[in-house]
């Protein structure tokens, strides 16, 4: 791949904003990591970019890098 900024979503702040409130909730209800559903991590503000990533995922290139996303323990 010649050019990496066509493969690569530079995280902002609405994203990880959505990220931290669904983390939040469920750390709130004391879900255990496995336990956790796709409804219960709710990521609708950014529904319609987790959608364009998927379908690079299914239909494109078969990847996308998230920059921006750090662990916090």
Do not use: K
């Not at 991590?41 to 920059?67: H, N, T």
């Amino acid at each position: 791949f010649s050019d990496r900024d066509s493969y690569t979503v530079a995280l902002s702040d609405p994203h990880l904003a959505a990220f931290d409130s669904a983390l939040a909730v469920n750390r709130a209800a004391g879900r255990a990591t496995e336990d956790i559903t796709a409804d219960d991590f709710a990521l609708r503000a950014i529904a319609s970019d987790m959608a364009a990533w998927r379908d690079e995922v299914l239909y494109g290139r078969g990847f996308v890098v998230l920059r921006g996303l750090s662990r916090e323990v």
